[in-house]
């Protein structure tokens, strides 16, 4: 299978979040195999969906020959190790309740690829409403 580039973003409201940025990234370049090909700025910006911290995000790019659940599977594992421990709560008209979270991975576009299942859609659904995703993704995205 080809490699094929991966984005992914990352973003923390709890602890030190410089330290876990750092830490995501390094446990991401382990489980995928390779270290990251691009890495944005790290931005801060308010919490989005819910009344919290301040997060600090950024959008990292791998090429890799993982396919996408394998990469979910990845990024659920890391998010736990480093403390997330997060149930999905929805309001009465099926939005999303957000939480306060250590770190938060997000398989953002995987190549030209899309995926649509009810765990995982790629791209990214919300990405474009999100300006502390655009921002970082269009630092490393190459122009076409």
């Known amino acids: 299978m080809k490699a094929v580039p991966v984005y992914f973003s990352l973003g923390t409201n709890q602890g030190d979040r410089h330290a876990q940025i750092d830490e995501a990234l ?3 370049d382990k489980a995928i195999g390779r270290p990251y090909e691009a890495l944005s700025s790290i931005i801060e910006s308010n919490a989005w969906g819910f009344e919290g911290a301040d997060f600090l995000n950024c959008v990292v790019r791998y090429r890799t020959a993982r396919r996408p659940r394998t990469l979910l599977r990845i990024c659920k594992r890391i998010e736990r190790a480093m403390g997330r421990h997060e149930t999905l709560e929805y309001d009465a008209e ?3 309740i957000y939480h306060d979270r250590p770190i938060d991975i997000d398989i953002l576009l995987y190549g030209d690829e899309r995926v649509d299942t ?27």
């Open 94 to 96: 099926g939005r999303r």
């Open 118 to 144: 009810p765990d995982l859609q790629i791209p990214h659904p919300l990405m474009h409403e999100r300006e502390f995703i655009m921002r970082p993704l269009e630092e490393i995205f190459p122009e076409k």
């Open 26 to 28: 390094r446990r991401l």
